[in-house]
């Protein structure tokens, strides 16, 4: 019995050799084989319910098959209670080793131990609330660029891996392409308590929401002028008490020259370059240009800034500088203008700084210009000059005057590259940016209006709007009184004439409303105090229809005069921007 043993023991052994496995592996199986074996009580051996077949290991060490330890005795056809001897299995294990149902076995065998351990490993961490799965950065930023702009703000209080990734540039340029933004209207001035409070109140023009924005920077400060481009708001000028901070208070005030930037989307502020001249409430106009475009004031602007003294003021130009009238002189200056004309030398480079702003807009950055005119002064003196700031050089630089005898601006918009400004008199004229200087533009018929109200000018696209109020007959019956509408005006470029497009549904209750437009939306903000009470009226007009008429419908009613002072009224300014 021992020596049969031993020469069983010998040929699986062989076979294992022949089939590559190491000897090491044989070895452990075979120890793992005796201790699992068990007498007969004929004397005989055979393995126990629990013994593992030569097959299964043969297949194991060629292929991994089934584990140690699986029972495959009904792979034989056998029944379930009888056992086969050592020997039995081995010669059977010579016919059926190419077979893979043992070894299918064993794969499903694994595969269910393993997908029940990774169950039960996911319900431990469901449970224990560490759960934790990550997306790729790109998938995560399509997700991210879908949300509304309240949604977007909260998702960035998240973590600061989703902050990141919603305040870079490329994801802001992402978000624009995929037509994601939605158009919100920024309500500047509030006034409470007498105080300027610098809070912004900003609407969801779609979900019809409200949000408040608390702005330190803007405490105190009141008629300034604002305007939007590039997802960014521009302040300019303004005014702040000098015996009271925060009190709106016109006896003692300062007048102020600086322009701040305030993104949105980021909810950050920062200051620009500041005007040369201070202004209160000037118009702005601001528009989009070419990066070769030059902004450079003409020879008219330079002889606008001289100031020559008389003979009854004690002392002559001649006397001031006698090299005045010289040819030397003269041929120098001629000189610098070419060369201001031709560009820069050697000696007159731009810094480095300078340089890589303008390399950057060239690389794929947008250029473009604001334009500050009129307004008041320190002395609260009305002007009629302007500046102009270019996002390049970030620097102000001075345009031409107005023509004599304009009038003061009362309004003014940038369309199609040129400066359209309004004044008190009913005349029109155009700045043309690109080539810097003024022209008066005669206009049949003049668009009637109540002088009490100001007309404001609105620009879509290449259209020129103006609204304006004007008494209406009373539907011609007798004994009907007249009443004051506002209706909407539209310039016709070529030809120079002005035609009626629409009438807005509210009373002129509101001599200050503001106007903006945002691609065809023009947004319309009127605030008055009636019986002791500040009423606010939010209207919006779709002028890209052509097919219906131009109608104005309303988008929010008494939801922020409601905390506001009478003062607000006049210092209110509004500015739309797509986020």
């Not at 050592?86 to 064993?106: H, P």
Request: charge should be positive; glycine fraction near 8%; hydrophobic fraction near 35%.
């Amino acid at each position: 019995m021992f020596t049969n043993r031993r020469i069983l023991e010998d040929g699986i052994c062989q076979d294992f050799e022949s089939l590559s496995v190491s000897k090491k592996l044989v070895r452990s199986v075979s120890q793992k084989l005796r201790k699992k074996r068990v007498h007969r009580s004929d004397g005989g051996e055979e393995d126990s319910a629990g013994g593992v077949s030569l097959r299964c290991l043969t297949m194991y060490g060629r292929v991994g098959g089934c584990k140690v330890g699986a029972d495959c005795s009904e792979d034989f056809g056998g029944s379930s209670t009888r056992r086969l001897s050592a020997s039995e299995e081995g010669i059977k294990s010579a016919y059926r080793c190419g077979t893979e149902d043992c070894c299918s076995y064993g794969r499903k065998d694994r595969f269910r131990k393993r997908s029940s351990r990774k169950g039960l490993e996911l319900d431990e961490l469901h449970r224990n609330g560490r759960m934790n799965i990550s997306l790729p950065d790109d998938i995560l930023e399509m997700c991210l660029m879908r949300l509304p702009l309240s949604s977007l703000m909260s998702a960035r209080l998240v973590c600061k891996k989703w902050n990141h990734l919603t305040t870079t540039p490329r994801f802001m340029q992402m978000r624009k392409e995929g037509c994601y933004q939605t158009p919100w209207l920024f309500v500047f001035g509030s006034v409470k308590d007498g105080h300027c409070s610098g809070e912004v109140r900003v609407l969801d023009v779609d979900l019809h929401q409200w949000h408040k924005v608390d702005v330190e920077v803007l405490k105190g400060r009141f008629m300034f002028s604002v305007a939007s481009m590039h997802e960014e708001i521009y302040i300019v000028g303004g005014c702040s008490s000098l015996t009271s901070f925060g009190r709106v208070d016109r006896s003692s005030f300062k007048t102020h020259k600086s322009m701040l930037v305030f993104s949105p989307s980021t909810k950050s502020w920062r200051k620009a370059e500041s005007m040369k001249y201070a202004r209160s409430s000037p118009i702005l106009g601001i528009s989009e240009v070419t990066v070769d475009c030059p902004i450079t004031p003409t020879q008219s602007t330079r002889q606008d800034r001289r100031f020559p003294r008389s003979r009854l003021g004690g002392v002559s130009d001649v006397y001031e500088d006698p090299h005045r009238l010289s040819v030397r002189r003269q041929l120098r200056s001629l000189s610098d203008e070419n060369a201001s004309i031709m560009g820069p030398t050697k000696k007159q480079r731009r810094p480095l700084r300078q340089r890589t702003e303008t390399s950057s807009l060239r690389d794929g950055g947008k250029r473009f210009v604001l334009i500050a005119i009129g307004g008041l002064g320190s002395w609260d003196e009305p002007l009629d000059s302007g500046e102009i700031y270019d996002s390049m050089s970030n620097k102000w630089t001075e345009i031409q005057k107005l023509p004599v005898d304009f009038g003061i601006v009362c309004s003014g918009v940038v369309c199609d590259k040129t400066f359209f400004v309004y004044s008190e008199s009913d005349k029109l004229a155009g700045y043309d940016i690109e080539r810097g200087y003024w022209l008066v533009i005669q206009t049949t018929p003049s668009p009637p209006r109540v002088h009490e109200y100001y007309p404001k000018l609105i620009c879509c696209g290449t259209r020129l709007f103006m609204l304006s109020v004007s008494w209406c007959e009373g539907d011609g019956q007798i004994g009907r009184r007249n009443k004051a509408i506002r209706k909407m005006w539209e310039l016709d470029l070529t030809y120079l004439t002005w035609t009626e497009v629409s009438t807005h549904p509210d009373a002129p209750m509101d001599w200050n409303a503001a106007f903006v437009a945002d691609k065809d939306l023009i947004f319309g903000a009127e605030m008055f105090k009636i019986f002791g009470q500040v009423l606010d009226f939010f209207t919006v007009c779709n002028v890209g229809v052509s097919d219906k008429v131009m109608s104005w419908t309303h988008i929010s009613r008494n939801r922020v005069g409601r905390e506001l002072d009478a003062s607000s009224c006049m210092t209110k300014t509004i500015a739309a921007l797509h986020l």
